[in-house]
């Protein structure tokens, strides 16, 4: 059965689209079919998957547009990329012109569910790559999940603003989406030598620990990560003994063995 997994922080430069480029990776070397969703204009997601030999015409932005207007979808193989074991759906700078849009046109909260909906078929896993901003992007991101994934880098801000985001996910879950689960906050960019880390591990554990799963393999700080992004790379394919490679590696384990029992 397929998960739609977002992966979502409104704070930036959590390692949100570092997460699903690996979990992506290491979910499809363990033999599971996995989409990932590029839906941050940024195109960062994008940008580390494609090489000289795609070619990239339709955006989701165009797929969205075609959604908005209730016009008839794209074959699915002229959006749908490869790279390795892993499709992806590129995206653009324009979906910035379709979360503008998106902003005044009614009931549009479940445009990108409908576009993902019909995928479920051919996905065990489909991962979505968010913006950060807890604008209607994210929210039509969440609204097409069963649940989602929240990275923190355990700086000192870390905790501030995941009230804000787990609102907006229980409202989303009470007016939207009602299926939707906490699937686990994700530590990313650790490094737990220093005691700013420690406690604010301790802290989030602390305040959330109770409700919510917390992923058990943290990731650790890497300068391989920047490396591999820099080539398009996932951090275990450019080094196979990267740590934290091998940490995405176990976070895949954890997200296949949750299966369908992310907690609430
Ligand atoms: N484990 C890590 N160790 C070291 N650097 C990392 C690690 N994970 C991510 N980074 C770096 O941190 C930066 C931000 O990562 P990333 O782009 O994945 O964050 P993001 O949450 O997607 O950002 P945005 O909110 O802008 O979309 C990148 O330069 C990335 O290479
Ligand atoms: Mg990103």
């Known amino acids: 059965m397929c998960k739609i997994i977002a992966v979502a922080n409104q704070k930036g430069g959590v390692a949100k689209t570092t997460s699903v480029r690996n979990m992506a990776y290491s979910l499809g070397e363990l033999g599971k079919r996995v989409l990932a969703v590029d839906f941050d204009p940024q195109a960062n997601l ?14 989701i932005a165009d797929v969205m547009n075609k959604a908005m207007d209730e016009e008839e979808l794209p074959n699915k193989v002229e959006y749908i990329h490869s790279h390795g ?9 324009h979906l910035s ?6 902003r005044m046109e009614m009931g549009s909260e479940k445009l990108l569910s409908n576009i993902l909906e019909p995928l479920r078929d051919d996905y065990d896993f489909i991962l979505i790559d968010t913006n ?14 069963d649940s989602v994934i929240i ?15 787990t609102k907006t996910i229980l409202k989303i879950r009470k007016r939207i989406n009602p299926g939707i689960q906490f699937e686990g906050i994700l530590m ?6 220093t005691n700013l880390h420690k406690e604010v591990c301790a802290e989030v554990t602390e305040a959330y620990g109770n409700g919510m799963k917390i992923f058990k393999m943290q990731i ?4 391989r990560v920047g490396e591999a992004n820099r080539y398009g790379m996932s951090v275990i394919d ?5 740590k934290a490679g091998l940490a995405y590696s176990e976070v895949a384990k954890e997200l296949i063995s949750n299966g369908n029992k992310a907690n609430s």
């Open 46 to 59: 994008t940008a580390s998957f494609v090489d000289d030999s795609t070619s990239v015409h339709i955006t």
């Open 238 to 242: 450019f080094d196979r003994k990267s």
């Open 151 to 165: 990275p923190i880098n355990p700086e000192y801000y870390a905790t501030m603003g995941l009230t804000d985001l």
């Open 85 to 93: 074991k892993v499709d992806f759906i590129p995206s653009s700078i």
């Open 188 to 193: 990313t960019m650790c490094d737990m030598q």
């Open 220 to 223: 650790p700080r890497s300068i």
């Open 97 to 102: 012109v379709v979360e503008a849009n998106l």
């Open 132 to 145: 950060p901003s807890l604008g209607p992007l994210t929210i039509n991101a969440l609204s097409a999940a």
